[in-house]
């Protein structure tokens, strides 16, 4: 999954007409789920992966769906059961959510919440984002949660 491919840069104005969201939305759809994670973070871009959240909820609802964000990047360990409960409400009325969350050399509540999730996808920034961070990240919320990888190299 690379949606800066091609331009150079991702674009978070969302449009199912757009390829690059296409391409991101039927890799979503890939596997059956209610909650996804989105997990990534960025020094430079900080609120780049919450406005992939944001713009995906976007989409579905130009699609006729409901999708739900949850921001839990600085979430504690006091917040682990409301996000276990919120998750659940929002599934029991039939709807979806996305959580966001960081890498979890940045928060190590991301494990947890991450495996509390249906899949997951990983937000790698070119340049910024290390392996090490990255495999970590997978190993520990559970390899077979990810969908993919979203390349992002903002503007």
């Given amino acids: 999954m690379h949606p800066g491919a091609g331009s150079g840069a991702f674009s978070l104005a969302s449009t199912s007409q757009d390829p690059t969201w296409q391409r991101l939305w039927l890799r979503c759809q890939q596997h059956d789920w209610m909650s996804l994670a989105l997990v990534g ?3 430079a871009y900080p609120n780049v992966v919450i406005e992939l959240a944001w713009g995906l909820a976007r989409l579905a609802h130009e699609l006729g769906q409901e999708i739900q964000v949850i921001d839990a990047r600085n979430f504690g360990l006091r917040e682990i059961k409301q996000v276990e409960d919120e998750i659940k409400r929002i599934s029991a009325r039939g709807k979806r959510c ?3 969350l960081r890498l979890v050399s940045e ?3 991301s494990v947890p919440l991450g495996q509390l999730v249906d899949a997951a996808l990983l937000g790698v920034f070119i340049g910024e984002t290390s392996t090490v961070a990255a495999s970590r ?3 520990e919320i559970g390899r077979q949660k990810f969908l993919g990888t979203v390349i992002l ?3």
């Fill in 98 to 100: 996305i959580v966001v």
């Fill in 41 to 43: 973070s960025s020094k």
């Fill in 107 to 109: 928060n190590a509540t």
């Fill in 137 to 139: 990240t997978i190993d």
């Fill in 153 to 155: 190299t903002p503007k």
